[in-house]
């Protein structure tokens, strides 16, 4: 079929309309619209916490954890053989005995036949020393007799050898005469001999006295020793024997635990420690326990943290090694009546065995700037400046604690710091700051020693 044309320009038409429409009205709405208006760039604000930095005068403190211990305990050890005869009705474990209480008895037969034994051979030697004395005497009074004897034999002797001279009496005369003589110096010899062994047999016979009286003092201990007792009140913490058994010396018969005091062993890290100590030039091995508590002003607690129970402590002594591995150092103190304020389901005594934190004050450190430990962040801290930006500043720190740390240099009182979470932290960025004092005031009270 064949298109005039005609009807082909019409159609033409019917597409060209709608352009040129199209076209005049951008036209008309560019010649009619305003430029674009620009909007003015505004700065994105943070919402931080922030304190002012205080100046407080500062409790160091030092924390460790360790094990209850009696500060006396009885290692009833048998220092003596023989068979159990009598023992405390209450000797088991747990129960609490009063000083003075005769745990148990040994058999003394052996140790008291034994003193009688010694006490007889101590009278029988003194018996001797004694006759040494009566001997010494008699001894003497014979001496005197033969010395006269000796002398009127002597001149008997000079007389006949001038009468031999003369020839009035025969030669055998004066030799009879002389072995008179000799007879009678012998014995003076003789006499004089026994005096003189009289100090040796003397001092042999005393020496024998202080050996039987050496045994006899050994035999009595012996015979106390059969007899144990405690001397402070305890409780009972082993029973190893029974009635009638038979003990030999060395083995541990009872246990008994003082509980009129304990100790507890706290490992504290030594750089916890260093903070309680400002001496300048002593080490920390060269400061006595007496200075620890006297000059440095020392305190502990020691607490149960299940219960949340304390007990007031008393530092008593340090350990005198470092462990190398923790780098801690062992801090005793010491309990005065752990028992004495135990109430049954509420508060539970402090008794062997039981794991327990125990905190350590020194003397207070006047004018030390501190703020959060959290708001240190490695040697930096974020302060908001006078106008309202982050300023990152490097500080140096002197004593660090557990909650907060006091600042060396780098800060001023009253400088704002930023305590929030900061994320990122951007130098100069806009902040907008709301103070918290509730954060101010427990630093405050903590860095102070008020409050735990």
Avoid: C
Wanted: aromatic share 4%; charged share 25%; net charge negative.
């Amino acid at each position: 079929m064949q298109i005039s044309r005609d009807e082909l320009s019409k159609k033409r038409w019917l597409f060209a309309v709608p352009i040129l429409i199209g076209l005049l009205i951008t036209v008309i709405l560019v010649k009619t619209s305003q430029a674009p208006t620009q909007l003015p760039i505004i700065e994105a604000t943070r919402s931080v916490r922030v304190i002012d930095v205080p100046v407080v005068e500062l409790v160091p403190r030092a924390v460790g954890y360790g094990s209850v211990a009696p500060s006396v305990a009885l290692d009833a050890v048998a220092e003596v053989d023989g068979k159990i005869i009598e023992m405390l009705p209450n000797l088991k474990k747990g129960n609490i005995i009063q000083a003075g209480s005769v745990l148990l008895r040994i058999e003394p037969t052996s140790y008291e036949l034994a003193i009688a034994e010694i006490e007889t051979s101590i009278e029988s030697t003194r018996a001797q020393l004694d006759e040494t004395y009566v001997e010494a005497e008699n001894t003497r009074v014979s001496l005197d007799i033969e010395k006269k004897s000796l002398e009127f034999s002597k001149k008997e002797l000079d007389r006949l050898s001038n009468i031999v001279k003369k020839g009035a009496i025969s030669r055998s005369s004066l030799d009879q005469q002389e072995r008179t003589y000799l007879t009678q110096l012998q014995s003076v010899q003789s006499l004089k001999n026994v005096l003189n062994l009289m100090p040796v047999e003397r001092k042999l016979l005393q020496s024998q006295l202080a050996g039987y009286e050496a045994k006899l003092a050994s035999a009595k201990l012996d015979l106390e020793n059969t007899i144990v007792t405690v001397g402070f009140i305890g409780r009972i913490a082993e029973v190893n024997i029974e009635l009638g058994q038979y003990v030999r010396v060395g083995d541990v018969m009872v246990v008994v635990d003082g509980i009129s005091k304990a100790e507890v062993t706290a490992q504290v890290p030594i750089s916890r420690i260093r903070p309680l100590v400002p001496v300048s030039g002593t080490s920390t091995n060269q400061i006595s326990d007496d200075m620890f508590e006297k000059i440095l002003g020392f305190k502990a607690k020691v607490l149960l943290q299940e219960m949340s129970v304390e007990w007031d402590a008393r530092f008593v002594r340090m350990n005198d090694t470092i462990d190398p591995k923790t780098r801690t150092m062992g801090v005793i103190v010491e309990v005065d009546e752990p028992y004495s304020k135990a109430i049954p389901g509420v508060r539970p005594p402090l008794v062997k065995g039981m794991f327990v934190e125990v905190r350590l004050s020194g003397k207070p450190i006047v004018d030390q700037l501190v703020i959060p430990r959290n708001a240190l962040h490695e040697d930096k801290v974020y302060l908001l400046n006078k106008d309202s930006r982050l300023e990152i500043r490097k500080v140096e720190t002197a004593i660090v604690q557990a909650d907060f740390v006091s600042i060396a240099s780098g800060l001023e009182q009253g400088n704002r710091i930023i305590i929030s979470d900061l994320v990122p932290a951007i130098d100069g960025m806009l902040l907008s700051a709301v103070h918290d004092e509730v954060v101010k005031k427990e630093l405050i009270e903590v860095a102070s020693g008020m409050t735990k």
